[in-house]
T-cell receptor
């Protein structure tokens, strides 16, 4: 089955700096890679996703890159703000279907 | 559109007791998932339904956990008997019947087993 690894587990940045979170996956048939943000005590919410037919996608301060050959994808947050502080999860769909396997999460803290 | 509804929000039970959680997915979503999220970890898939059929239950501890989605809409997840290690947030999610679409999560049920 799919195995998704995520690094780092914790990340602390100064407000205004950039943050990068990296994930690797094992199933070469995976073709959908969402990123979820989970604030304390709340539900995971999708912030951006990428499909395997593109290498990069950007939405304002958030971007995701995908390297299919190396089986890794990354989340980039620029000009970080305190409200970006949360746990971020990457995920990949197994076998190209709709079963999502999640990474272990990254606790991002944006310090003033 | 209305989101994924779950109840109850919180539940505290003693070990060896039973508990049930309910989920109502977004209207029109054929796929329903139950995830277990232990504190500090990512969500782990317990069971996935496609309409009222089970697609994947490989990580469901079937000796104590059961789930059903009889009419292909809402679903219940039951634990009987509960163990201390079952303490977690149980998240229900739903998605359209495609492999590359967003899974929408409910607020979850926080279970504490004492």
């Amino acid at each position: 089955g799919e195995n998704v690894e995520q690094h780092p587990s914790t990340l602390s940045v100064q407000e205004g700096d950039s943050a990068v979170i990296k994930c690797t996956y094992s199933d070469s048939a995976s073709n959908y890679f969402p990123w979820y943000k989970q604030e304390l005590g709340k539900r995971p919410q999708l912030i951006i996703d990428i499909r395997s037919n593109v290498g990069e996608k950007k939405d304002q301060r958030i971007a995701v890159t995908l390297n299919k050959t190396a089986k890794h994808f990354s989340l980039h947050i620029t000009e970080t703000q305190p409200e970006d502080s949360a746990v971020y999860f990457c995920a990949a769909n197994s076998g190209g279907g709709n079963k999502l396997t999640f990474g272990t999460g990254t606790q991002l803290k944006v310090e003033l | 559109e209305a989101g994924v509804a779950q109840s109850p929000r919180y539940k505290i039970i003693e070990k060896r007791q039973s508990v049930a959680f309910w989920c109502n997915p977004i209207s029109g979503h054929a796929t329903l998932y139950w995830y277990q999220q232990i504190l500090g970890q990512g969500p782990k898939l317990l069971i996935q339904f496609q309409n009222n059929g089970v697609v994947d239950d490989s990580q469901l501890p079937k000796d104590r956990f059961s789930a059903e989605r009889l009419k292909g809409v809402d679903s219940t997840l039951k634990i009987q008997p509960a163990k201390l290690e079952d303490s977690a947030v149980y998240l229900c999610a739903s998605s359209l019947d495609r492999g590359d679409t967003e899974a929408f999560f409910g607020q979850g049920t926080r279970l504490t087993v004492v």
